[in-house]
């Protein structure tokens, strides 16, 4: 006897994933902000739009690298692979006295959503969603930031999720003058194979440098840092992926220096 079981599938409606409005004392402050957002995007368009001219008629004293972090997990492979490049960064400063500064950004603890295509940064360098991307804005508009390196775990062969929102958000300063034109631009993979799409990885995020009419910049041998986080003796035993990590923080300090003069 062959039994046939029907299933029914039911279609009420479709998924709308776009934000819905906010309610109540939610919707006045999101109200309040975006009427004072505007002004300060306004000041910070100005500004740096006053700085990208001058930047090439006198020399920094600082120059900023910021590493971003973009896995969901916090203290993992991701970070310190990130933390050795800018050890690197920092000790070939120290060395060649030039005067290079690094910051970390980790992109874990921050709910960063992705681009609603709102449009608001066509009016200044601002965003509409108010979420953890907010305070990284005036940190990558800082006009001594010379140089952006991303490490992203390999999800699925390519970004996190996390890091593709991030990347996104960008756009702001594209939309504004270019703002990160002629900034250094260097990129971390850390997968859980030996081989599990780093390089895919490096390549795709560095499109959206290349978007941003950034400089890219590899480990001086290949694309960048390629890492394996499920090295059989932990993450901080893979001396090769630590190798193109550290070698990718002494060539964004080396072509920072030269760029300078
Ligand atoms: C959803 C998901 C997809 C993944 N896809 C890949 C992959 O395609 N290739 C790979 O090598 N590792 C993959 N991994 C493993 C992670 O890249 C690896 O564990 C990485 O070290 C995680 O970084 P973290 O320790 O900083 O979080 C994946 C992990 C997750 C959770």
Redesign the pocket.
Known sequence: MVTVMVFRVKVSGVIDFAPQPLQGRQGKVKSLLSITRPFAGIFLSFFMSYESRTTNTRKRSVMKIIGV?A???TN??????LEQCLDAIKNASEASKNGIEVELIDLAPLEIQGCIACDACKKGVLCSQDDGFQEIIPKLADPEVVGIIMAT??????M?SRAKAFIDRTVLFRRNGFLFKNKLGGVIA?????????ELTVQAVHAAMMIHDMIIVGDGDHFGGA????HPDG?EADTTGIATARNLGIRMGEVAATLRG
């Open positions: 972090a896995s969901p997990r993992k492979s991701t970070r310190f692979l775990p390999v999800y699925m062969g390519c996190t850390v997968g859980g194979s030996r081989n599990g799409g780093q890492a394996w986080g499920n993450y």
